[in-house]
């Protein structure tokens, strides 16, 4: 069929399962709005700013499992997504990012709104196209669309010079090329590296499995559940990680690492065996990397090799998709009864759970957050922005099932949390979805709740209001002597009103006593946003916590009477 180039970009994202996109128009992407008009197949939906694009295809993706998908003009339509595409990266989120681009004549000519956007995201994606033959058009994006989803997920970016979008173009989606030359990320699973896994499990006295967001990415919870079962071993998660078990299970340890619960971090020091499932050893769980797991036997099982050794050595390293790992462990490895490791693991857990103050007047977040999970029965989508919310909703909202748990892991982007619960709910429509932030991040990208209110979409958004920067504040307070150098807001946003001003409802509370009516109100709303700030106690820290780059014997625990309790090195800032 002979078509505009633009056309056919569009009639490949069908082609490719697009039903959605998330974009914002401008000059040079006007042919493949055009195309997007003319053809109802996909639908737009028009964000407030092209960073909301992205962390919206980013949330659509993560809960999902599909390939999410933004759009955006050049220049500074293009640089706007290198936050998402970045964050996209980090955590491992299968998104293609589809940018306008001024006339091939113009490259490199300082044309109006010119950017080399294939160079500037060059190292925040997993590939990036220039396209430069407009009959490669439908063949780039089934390529870029293979890439995202293949392997070890990511970010890719077309970058779409509009006179090749407006160029006449044959188009036979059966005469698709959807593999790059030279890409080839499936590889054969490891059977010599399974079968010495299975014997050093098999001998361990002090196991523990060790899972992150690979894990999720690869569909591999049934098969990690059930080898959990069948092994008795305990399992934390990384931050990224939640939802591989469900967390009120006796066997699972939450969360580890800087904020992570005693039992887990403690369990991880003492194991002998740690098996590490589709995680990273990124610095937040491993603190100091020479003094982590220093007598334990690892275990890696990754799908991207140059994980094996990047941060720490293991003994046995097997490349392959977490579920056929898990699945040929759970086939081979001996059921094991309950030990004293067991014992012992579970009165870590109950001796040290997560704690807050319960004898004062107080509103804090970690009791708000503990009523949401009790009022939903731990069954919502929960979606974070980054800081002291994100680790207390971490902590608190314990969650069932894999999808169900969206955060920007390892960019840390505050401002992710509000246009990534809009991509949810677009992906899980019946699902109620929650978002807990913070007074600064949602401020960062709130111009996106008109998007939900326009689309009817019933998110809850979950303010915890403490009118400071609340981590970096408690970075100052620990280690800078409470210097609060620019953490503190002298003024606020009424968040009721403003929710007002969108379209939505608007809530407050500032009790304890009234916590649960509030949930319940909101709750009731089902087609438009709701955003509730609650007016939470103001300088409370996040504990359990190691200081970057200690040790877990240099755990803080609960929250200590004076600073000189915590016994902390100054010179050594969190990061």
Not at 98 to 108: D, E, F, K, P, Y
Not at 524 to 537: L, S
């Amino acid at each position: 069929m002979k078509m505009q180039g633009a056309q056919a970009l569009v009639e490949q994202l069908k082609q490719e399962g697009v039903s959605i996109i998330f974009g914002y128009p401008g000059g040079a992407a006007l042919p493949i709005y055009d195309a997007l008009y003319t053809n109802p197949g996909v639908q737009h939906v028009l964000v407030r700013h092209e960073q909301g694009a992205g962390h919206m295809a980013e949330g659509y993706a993560r809960a999902s499992g599909k390939v999410g998908c933004a759009l955006a003009t050049s220049g500074p339509g293009a640089t706007n997504l290198v936050t998402p595409l970045a964050d996209a990266l980090m955590d491992s989120t299968p998104i293609v990012a589809i940018t306008g681009q001024v006339a091939s004549g113009l490259i490199g000519k300082d044309a109006f709104q010119e950017a080399d956007v294939t160079g500037i995201t060059m190292h925040c994606t997993k590939h990036n196209f220039l396209v430069k033959d407009a009959e490669r058009l439908a063949d780039t994006v089934a390529q870029a669309f293979t890439i995202a989803r293949t392997g070890r997920p990511g970010p890719v970016l077309i970058d779409v010079p509009k006179d090749l979008a407006l160029a006449q173009v044959d188009y036979d989606p059966a005469a698709i090329n959807a593999c790059p030359r030279s890409y080839n990320p499936t590889v054969p699973l490891d059977a010599a590296g399974v079968d010495e896994a299975v014997r050093i499990i098999n001998e361990a006295k002090r196991p523990v499995f060790y899972v992150g967001g690979g894990a999720i990415s690869g569909d591999a919870h049934e098969e990690i559940a059930a080898l959990v079962a069948k092994t008795n071993i305990p399992i934390t998660t990384t931050l990224m990680g939640k939802g591989i078990v469900d967390e009120n299970e006796p066997l699972c340890l939450s969360m580890l690492g800087m904020h992570g619960s005693v039992a887990a971090n403690w369990a991880v020091r003492d194991c002998d065996v740690l098996i590490a499932i589709g995680a990273r050893f990124d610095d937040r769980v491993t603190g100091k990397v020479a003094a982590f797991v220093p007598n334990a036997t690892i275990i890696h099982a990754d799908i991207d090799p140059s994980e094996f050794g990047k941060v720490k050595n293991a003994h046995v390293s097997i490349q392959g998709d977490a579920k056929a790992v898990a699945a040929a462990l759970l086939a081979a490895v001996s059921p094991r009864q309950r030990t004293e490791w067991n014992d012992r693991v579970d009165a870590w857990k109950a001796e040290y759970p997560f704690q807050y103050p319960t004898d004062d007047e107080q509103l804090h977040s970690q009791y708000i957050i503990e009523e949401l999970c009790r009022i939903t029965g731990g069954n919502s989508i929960v979606v974070t922005d980054v800081g002291q919310h994100q680790m207390w909703a971490a902590q608190f909202y314990k969650v069932r099932r894999p999808r169900q748990w969206i955060t920007s892991g390892g960019a840390g982007t505050m401002g992710y949390g509000l246009p990534a619960a809009i991509g949810a709910q677009f992906a899980k429509p019946n699902d109620d979805v929650w978002l807990i932030t913070g007074d600064g991040s949602i401020q960062m990208c709130i111009q996106e709740l008109i998007v939900a209110t326009t689309h009817k979409l019933p998110i809850k958004v979950l303010i915890l209001n403490n009118q400071f920067l609340g981590m970096v504040r408690q970075w100052q307070e620990m280690f800078l002597d409470s210097r609060y150098s620019a953490t503190e807001f002298d003024v606020t946003p009424d968040f009721v009103k403003l929710a007002e001003a969108y379209g939505a409802l608007g809530l407050r509370c500032e009790r304890p006593e009234d916590v649960a009516a509030t949930l319940g109100e909101a709750m009731k709303e089902t087609d438009r946003p709701v955003v509730i700030d609650m007016r939470v106690a103001r300088e409370m820290n996040v504990f359990p916590m190691i200081p970057a780059g200690s040790t877990v014997d240099s755990m803080i625990i609960s929250a200590p009477r004076t600073v000189e309790e915590m016994n902390l090195d100054k010179a050594n800032i969190p990061g």
